[in-house]
DNA sequence: GCGACAG
DNA sequence: ATCTTGTCGC
C-alpha cells in the first residue's frame, strides 16, 4: 500500500523515470487463462475535470455468440482527480480510478481491453500496459488516435492493418476495424503478444469501430448513459 | 530550436 | 476528455 500511496502522486519527472522502469516488467509473450470472462474500461471527467468517472463492463465470452456477448456485470466508480491531462502520463490520470472501480468488482476477467495505448508509448508503457501490471491480467490498448510510432498507409476494407513502427521495433497495429471508417490503434499491454491481442480485437468487433468491451464500458462512462439512467429510474 | 502530443 | 444542435453525407 505504501507504493500505491506514492505512485498516484510523483512529479513529472519522476513520473516518467517510473515508466521506464515499470516498463521491463511487462511480459511481451502469451500467458493468458482460458477466457470466459473479458472486461472493457473507459474513464470519463465529470464537474469540469474535478471527479474522474471510471466505467468496467464484463462481458461473458463465447465463440458462439460473439460480437453479441451478453454483459454480466457493470461498475462504475468515481473520485477526485489528481493530476491534469500530460500527453505520456495519462495513466496516472486514470489508473487510480480504473483500480476503485475494479475492486468494487464481483466477477474475475481473464483479458481486459483499455481504452487507450498498451506499449504504443514513448517509454512503452500506457495506460492498458501500466493497468495490466497492477491487475496482473492481459491487457489489450485500443485508442482512438495515435500518440506514437509511424506507419504506412492503412487498407480500406475491415480487417487491414499495418504495423505501428519505433525505430525498428513495432509496438503495435493500426487496424481498420470498420470500412471506410478512420483506424483505431491496437497495441498489447501485458501477458499479450501484438497477434494474440489483434485476434482478440477482431473477434470482439460488433457494429462500430470499436470492440465490444471498450464500446459498451464508453457508452456506460458517457455522460449522455448517466443522465439516461437517471431519467429511466 | 520547432512541432507532436492517448484521454 | 468535455462543452453541445443540427446537419452534411453515404
Do not use: A
Given at each position: 500500500m505504501d507504493a500505491a500511496l506514492h505512485e498516484w502522486n510523483l512529479s513529472p519527472k519522476q513520473a516518467i523515470a517510473l515508466q521506464s522502469q515499470l516498463a521491463?516488467?511487462?511480459?511481451?509473450s502469451d500467458r493468458i487463462d482460458p477466457v470466459t470472462y473479458i472486461a472493457g474500461v473507459d474513464i470519463g471527467f465529470e464537474e469540469g475535470g474535478a471527479v474522474t468517472r471510471a466505467a468496467v463492463v464484463v462481458l461473458k465470452w463465447s465463440p458462439d455468440m460473439a460480437p453479441q456477448l451478453p454483459v454480466i456485470e457493470q461498475v462504475v466508480h468515481r473520485e477526485p482527480t489528481r493530476m491534469p491531462y500530460i500527453p505520456g502520463l495519462l495513466s496516472f490520470r486514470e489508473i487510480p480510478a480504473a483500480l476503485g472501480a475494479f475492486a468494487k468488482l464481483t466477477t474475475q476477467p481473464q483479458l481486459v481491453m483499455v481504452d487507450g495505448q498498451g506499449i504504443a508509448h514513448p517509454r512503452r508503457l500506457g495506460v492498458a500496459a501500466h493497468l495490466g501490471l497492477w491487475l496482473d491480467l492481459p491487457t489489450i490498448g485500443i485508442a482512438k488516435s495515435r500518440l506514437t510510432g509511424i506507419h504506412a498507409e492503412v487498407g480500406e476494407a475491415r480487417g487491414d492493418w499495418v504495423p505501428l513502427m519505433a525505430k525498428q521495433e513495432v509496438i503495435g497495429a493500426v487496424l481498420?476495424?470498420?470500412?471506410?471508417v478512420k483506424p483505431v490503434f491496437v497495441s498489447p499491454g501485458h501477458r499479450l503478444t501484438l497477434a494474440t491481442s489483434l485476434e482478440w480485437v477482431m473477434r470482439c468487433?460488433?457494429?462500430?469501430?470499436?470492440?465490444e468491451p471498450t464500446r459498451l464500458a464508453d457508452r456506460l462512462a458517457s455522460r449522455r448513459d448517466q443522465k439516461r439512467i437517471k431519467e429511466t429510474r
Open positions: 521491463q516488467q511487462l511480459e511481451s481498420r476495424s470498420r470500412t471506410n468487433l460488433g457494429p462500430t469501430k470499436l470492440p
